[in-house]
Structure formats: structure tokens, C-alpha cells
């Protein structure tokens, strides 16, 4: 079975502070991605890499960083968190344009 | 930019054992349209995946799409109380990157 773990489950941070979400995946898949969802938005691509040791920008990378030191592990940083950056963060897996693709159970985000 | 629209856009009521229809509308080629399910707080699951031209069936689900009106629809029979959530398409567009609809919350009444 497919699986894509996501820690923490929530989160509550202060402005200013650095918040490192993480996510790990055991499908062996090259490509992963991170997501923000917003009521009115929908799924927003923040960060996505093709592979151990690439990260590329998606459509909102501003205020975000990305890491990929393994095939299985991809983390979102955000360095200097924001109330604005108050969200639920999906990680994903897959092939890009998506016939396989599988999420984690999300991030809730809280940044005061 | 491009954009998918989804209907009913906000929610669709129901009772139980009743037929849904949902589609989404894109506003460029449709290259592949995939469906996703998503309970309240929950991971997206992936229902259906349709290449621009196929029908495609998964038990009581039938995803179709109709490249040339722009169009893809996901028909759900004989609606369950489980079936409750939000159901999501997302169009394969420039790049291969997935553009997402915003969604139509399910709710299915006993």
C-alpha cells in the first residue's frame, strides 16, 4: 500500500519563528510535491521535486523553501513563518501529471 | 490563466440511494481530467483517472470526459452515506502540472 506520512499533524508557531514540516514516503516514487489548501483557493503547488537532491518552485514558493536529501524524505520550511502562512500543507507523491498520486494526511498550520 | 471550474459549485444535498453527477469545466485543452475524494480534514484520495477521450468505471463511479465541450463529468450511482465529502477534479494542463478545482462538498442524508 501506497504511503505518504506527513508530521507534524498540527501545528502552532509565532510569527517570525521557523517552522520545518516534513514527509516521508514509501513509494519509491521520484516525484513529490507540497501543497497549501485554502478555503476559495483550493490546492496551491508551493515546492516539487523530481528526485533526491532537486526542488523546483511551484506556483506560490514565495516565503517557503524546499528540501530533498532522500527519495524517501521532503521537507517545507518556512523561515520566517507568517499569520498568512496559516494553513493545511499536503505532501504528495506521484508521477507528474498525476495518475498516481498520493497524499498525506496534512499539516494544520497555525502561525500567531 | 488556466482555470477548472467545478459544479455544483459550493455543495450538492442528497438522500441516500439518490444519483450524483459533478463535472468540472477547464478553460484550455483537456489532456486528462482526475478525480480526487476528500473527507473533512482528511487526504485526498485518488478516484478516477481519465485520458481525454475514455470513460473510465470504478464500482459505482463513472468518470467521463468530452475534450471538445471542455468538459468532464464524475457520476456517482446509488449515492451512500459514506460517499459524504468533498470531491475534487483536476485537469492535466501546460507542463504536466495538475490545475485543481476548488472542490463540491457531498452530503449524503439518510
Known amino acids: 500500500e501506497a504511503a505518504v506520512t506527513q508530521s507534524p499533524r498540527n501545528k502552532v508557531a509565532v510569527t517570525g519563528g521557523k517552522v520545518t514540516l516534513s514527509c516521508n514516503q514509501t513509494n519509491n516514487h521520484n516525484n513529490m510535491y507540497w501543497y497549501r489548501q485554502d478555503t476559495g483557493h483550493g490546492l496551491r503547488l508551493i515546492h516539487y521535486?523530481?528526485?533526491?537532491?532537486?526542488?523546483e518552485k511551484g506556483d506560490i514558493p514565495d516565503g517557503y523553501k524546499a528540501s530533498r536529501p532522500s527519495q524517501e524524505n521532503f521537507s517545507l520550511i518556512l523561515e520566517l513563518a507568517t499569520p498568512s502562512q496559516t494553513s493545511v500543507y499536503f505532501c504528495?507523491?506521484?508521477?507528474?501529471?498525476?495518475?498516481?498520486?498520493?497524499f498525506g494526511s496534512g499539516t494544520r498550520l497555525t502561525v500567531l | 490563466g488556466q482555470q477548472v471550474q467545478q459544479s455544483p459549485p459550493a455543495s450538492l444535498v442528497l438522500q441516500e440511494g439518490e444519483n450524483a453527477e459533478l463535472q468540472c469545466t477547464y478553460s484550455?485543452?483537456?489532456?486528462?481530467m482526475q478525480w480526487f475524494y476528500q473527507r473533512p480534514g482528511g487526504r485526498l484520495v485518488s478516484l478516477l483517472y481519465s485520458p481525454s477521450w475514455a470513460e473510465q468505471r470504478g464500482g459505482r463511479l463513472t468518470s467521463s470526459a468530452a475534450s471538445n465541450e471542455s468538459r468532464s463529468s464524475l457520476h456517482i450511482s446509488s449515492s451512500q452515506i459514506t460517499d459524504s465529502g468533498t470531491y475534487l477534479c483536476a485537469n492535466v494542463g501546460d507542463n504536466s502540472k495538475l490545475i485543481w478545482g476548488l472542490g463540491t462538498s457531498l452530503v449524503v442524508n439518510p
Open positions: 504528495a507523491s506521484g508521477e507528474w501529471g498525476g495518475r498516481t498520486l498520493y
Open positions: 484550455t485543452t483537456l489532456n486528462s
Open positions: 521535486s523530481y528526485g533526491a537532491g532537486s526542488t
